[in-house]
Each structure stands twice: as structure tokens, then as C-alpha cells.
């Protein structure tokens, strides 16, 4: 495997390369220090996997991974940072990035870089613990822009699932005729025809 490292800290860049080349599985194409550098070396070597820092001078790793993406679709990223920074993790899962994990998880660097060489995408066990809640909070986020309740979102949930009003208002203790109510409200809100729309527009977001 071909890889590349970008590590703003030189001798953390150093080390990872005597680590990995030590294992006579990787070759280390070349190191860079900023988001920069990482956009610059990924255009010139195209390596196997891309292995990168995210808090960086200048550019960022984010910064620099969205770049990339946004002109090779096939690039293998994995951010390796000692940061488990929500908004961060969040980020790195919607630029599309093969792996996210932390600098504390040594024993996993190699077999982490393996796996997106192979096609997998790699989170480390802190977090993936961390990635069901996160994305739900960003859900709930992105529909209050909309005005949505809390009980207005459970309902679309549950229209999400292919749930009947009766079905609905049995789950969540309403009466069918509070429920149409409810979903009438929505509707309007969202600018949507029907319950197929809302699902639609549920799975799209």
C-alpha cells in the first residue's frame, strides 16, 4: 500500500513512518505538514490512502479533504487525530471520508489502514459510540430550521417507517384525529403534498 502522511507535528509524521514502513506493508510516499501540503501531495503521488491530521496551521484537514473529494470521488481519506471533537466527527462523515480515528488508538493504525485500502470505512470504538447520537441531533438541528416540534418530529419518524395515523396514535398516545392534525401542520410547514413526500424528504435530510 501507498500511502501519504500529513501531520503538522514532524516527528509524529516521522514516527507513523518508521511504524508503518517497519511492517513491510506500507510504503510512505511522502509527509506534508498542512491541509496545503495534503492537497498538493494527493495531486502528485494519488496514494492508496491518504493518512491525515485535522487540527492543522492554515488550511485544515477537513479543508483539505473536502478539496480533494471534490476532485478525486475515489480518494481514501482516514483522519487520525488526537481530537474526538463532535462537530469534527460530524464533518468527516458528510465530506465522505473513509475513517476517522484516534492518535491514542496505536494498535489500530495499521489494521485501520488496511481496511480502507479494502474498501471499508473505519471509526474508532469511541467513535462509533458516538455517531448514532450525533447524527440524530443533527437531524433534529437541521429540521428545527423549519419550525419543527419535537412531537411534530416523532411523527415523521413514524411516517418515515410506513406507520398508519392509527398506528401513530397508538404509539405515541394521540388520538388518529390529533395525529392528522399534527401531520396537516407539517405538511404546510415543509411545503409538501402528502405522507410520501414526507418520507421522501425525511430520508433525503
Known amino acids: 500500500m501507498k500511502i501519504v502522511i500529513v501531520d503538522d507535528d514532524k516527528l509524529v509524521a516521522l514516527s507513523l513512518k518508521t511504524i508503518l514502513e517497519a511492517s513491510n506493508e506500507v510504503t510512505v510516499l511522502d509527509l506534508g505538514q498542512n491541509g496545503q501540503e495534503a492537497v498538493a501531495l494527493y495531486q502528485k503521488h494519488r496514494p492508496d490512502v491518504l493518512l491525515m491530521d485535522i487540527r492543522m496551521d492554515g488550511m485544515t484537514g477537513i479543508e483539505a479533504a473536502k478539496g480533494i473529494m471534490q476532485e478525486y470521488k475515489e480518494a481514501r481519506i482516514l483522519f487520525l487525530t488526537t481530537f474526538s471533537d463532535d462537530d469534527y466527527i460530524i464533518q468527516a462523515l458528510n465530506i465522505g471520508a473513509k475513517g476517522y480515528i484516534l492518535k491514542q488508538d496505536f494498535e489500530s493504525i495499521l489494521p485501520a489502514i488496511k481496511a480502507v485500502y479494502s474498501g471499508q470505512s473505519v471509526f474508532g470504538n469511541e467513535i462509533v459510540c458516538k455517531i448514532p447520537s450525533l447524527m440524530n441531533h443533527t437531524l433534529k438541528k ?64
Open 142 to 205: 437541521d429540521y428545527s430550521c423549519y419550525g419543527i416540534s419535537e412531537k411534530e418530529y416523532e411523527i415523521i419518524e413514524a411516517v418515515s417507517k410506513g406507520l398508519s395515523n392509527k398506528e401513530i396514535a397508538e404509539e405515541l398516545f394521540l388520538s388518529e384525529g390529533t395525529v392528522r392534525n399534527y401531520l396537516s401542520t407539517i405538511l404546510d410547514k415543509l411545503d409538501l403534498r402528502d405522507r410520501t413526500q414526507l418520507a421522501v424528504f425525511y430520508y433525503t435530510n
